[in-house]
């Protein structure tokens, strides 16, 4: 007697198939969804140069905007808003090696400020590629941060929508 496949015992047989093959395995946690790890660490580093942790409040870098900023340009529809990335964290690395002989994370981090300091004075006009990414990052970086759980009750100490017992602000009339 020959074996006969029916239509429900071919779609169980062509399910455990494509479900076996079309498997990906999953996401180390933790690991950048978009950046290089290398990548990763330079804006988190960059990120964290911009808003360090002081007195008042933690910084970037526990707030967690590397990881924002990675999520965001790993969901980007448009192919520019994600070299516009690589291309200025490569950029980065470039202004390093010509300024300081090596890679921004192996500069000093007295030479990481000053880096910082030279681009955000061109930020008004930026012309080259560092310069351009600065802005990007910075703009995204302040967003990112003041969005945060950190950047929103520490940092800014807002409370939300409470009810005040007494008018402290300035009376017009």
Same mark, same amino acid.
């Given at each position: 007697?020959?074996?006969?496949?029916?239509?429900?015992?071919?779609?169980?047989?062509?399910?455990?198939?494509?479900?076996?093959?079309? +498997?990906?395995?999953? =996401? !180390?946690?933790? =690991?950048?969804?978009?950046?290089?790890?290398?990548?990763?660490?330079?804006?988190?580093?960059?990120?964290?140069?911009?808003?360090?942790?002081?007195?008042?409040?933690?910084?970037?870098? /526990?707030?967690?905007?590397?990881?924002?900023?990675?999520?965001?340009?790993?969901?980007?529809?448009?192919?520019?808003?994600?070299?516009?990335?690589?291309?200025?964290?490569?950029?980065?690395? !470039?202004?390093?090696?010509?300024?300081?002989?090596?890679?921004?994370?192996?500069?000093?981090?007295?030479? +990481?400020?000053?880096?910082?300091?030279?681009?955000?004075?061109?930020?008004? /006009?930026?012309?080259?590629?560092?310069?351009?990414?600065?802005?990007?990052?910075?703009?995204?970086? =302040?967003?990112?941060?003041?969005?945060?759980?950190?950047?929103?009750? +520490?940092?800014?100490?807002?409370?939300?929508?409470?009810?005040?017992?007494?008018?402290?602000?300035? /009376?017009?009339?």
């Amino acid at each position: 007697m020959d074996p006969i496949l029916n239509r429900r015992d071919l779609f169980k047989a062509f399910t455990a198939v494509a479900f076996t093959t079309l +498997q990906l395995p999953a =996401a !180390e946690p933790g =690991a950048p969804l978009f950046f290089t790890r290398d990548e990763f660490a330079l804006l988190d580093a960059l990120t964290d140069l911009m808003i360090p942790t002081d007195d008042h409040s933690p910084g970037a870098h /526990d707030a967690g905007v590397a990881a924002f900023i990675d999520r965001r340009v790993a969901e980007a529809f448009l192919a520019q808003d994600k070299d516009s990335w690589r291309k200025g964290l490569s950029a980065m690395n !470039e202004l390093s090696q010509s300024s300081c002989q090596c890679p921004f994370l192996k500069a000093s981090q007295q030479q +990481q400020q000053e880096m910082l300091k030279k681009l955000a004075a061109k930020e008004k /006009d930026p012309k080259t590629e560092p310069e351009k990414f600065f802005t990007q990052l910075k703009e995204t970086t =302040a967003f990112a941060y003041y969005s945060s759980s950190i950047g929103i009750h +520490q940092e800014i100490n807002y409370k939300g929508n409470v009810l005040l017992e007494q008018f402290v602000g300035y /009376d017009a009339t």
